[in-house]
T-cell receptor, first 113, second 116 residues
Framework: GENVEQHPSTLSVQEGDSAVIKCTYS??????FPWYKQELGKRPQLIID?????GEKKDQRIAVTLNKTAKHFSLHITETQPEDSAVYFC????????????FGQGTTLQVKP | DTEVTQTPKHLVMGMTNKKSLKCEQH?????MYWYKQKAKKPPELMFV???????INESVPSRFSPECPNSSLLNLHLHALQPEDSALYLC???????????????FGDGTRLSIL
């Protein structure tokens, strides 16, 4: 079935460094790729998304890139801050003949002060 | 502020109890979702309602029963749950849902459910 692989599962960086999280999807029909940030005990919060008609999107310190040919997309966080520490999930959709999102397994990002 | 509101925030129930989780959104979204999430795992889709009709049931056990009374409300009725059903239950909504949809899903804060 449809699958999204996310790497790495954990990532530790020093404050001020950049962090990159990568995802690969299997369903070539997917055209929507959101990223969610989930802090401990809180809801998944949409932080950025990209549609397949663009290759890159940026919002302040966060950027997402998409390579449709290779079925890869990545989240880039620059100048990381301790408050960026959270679990990040990528997702891809629609999946099959439904509007389902397929989520990656998540990346736990720790930003050390 | 959360635009998808879920109640209660916490729920502890025995295996023989019947309870309901509630979700409300006032963004005019026509698709609403129930997800189950275990700690540090991705949300796992349970049900999707599109235009108040059940469009996806991910082979969820019948002890979970969804209901969509109107376009703003979504309920999840619980009966005879098992300890392994303890999890965070998240509601989400989006403008629409379907094979050509690429609309963002917005999550509520969830109900943390514990089964004794």
């Amino acid at each position: 079935g449809e699958n999204v692989e996310q790497h790495p599962s954990t990532l530790s960086v020093q404050e001020g460094d950049s962090a990159v999280i990568k995802c690969t999807y299997s369903d070539s029909a997917s055209n929507y790729f959101p990223w969610y940030k989930q802090e401990l005990g809180k809801r998944p919060q949409l932080i950025i998304d990209i549609r397949s008609n663009v290759g890159e999107k940026k919002d302040q310190r966060i950027a997402v890139t998409l390579n449709k040919t290779a079925k890869h997309f990545s989240l880039h966080i620059t100048e990381t801050q301790p408050e960026d520490s959270a679990v990040y999930f990528c997702a891809a959709g629609p999946s099959g003949n439904t509007g389902k999102l397929i989520f990656g397994q998540g990346t736990t990002l720790q930003v050390k002060p | 502020d959360t635009e998808v509101t879920q109640t209660p925030k916490h729920l502890v129930m025995g295996m023989t109890n019947k309870k309901s989780l509630k979700c409300e959104q006032h963004m005019g979204h026509r698709a609403m979702y129930w997800y189950k999430q275990k700690a540090k795992k991705p949300p796992e889709l349970m049900f999707v309602y599109s235009y108040e009709k059940l469009s996806i049931n991910e082979s969820v056990p019948s002890r979970f029963s969804p209901e969509c009374p109107n376009s703003s409300l979504l309920n999840l009725h619980l009966h005879a749950l098992q300890p392994e059903d303890s999890a965070l239950y998240l509601c989400a909504s989006s403008q629409e849902e379907g094979p050509y949809s690429n609309q963002p899903q917005h999550f509520g804060d969830g109900t943390r459910l514990s089964i004794l």
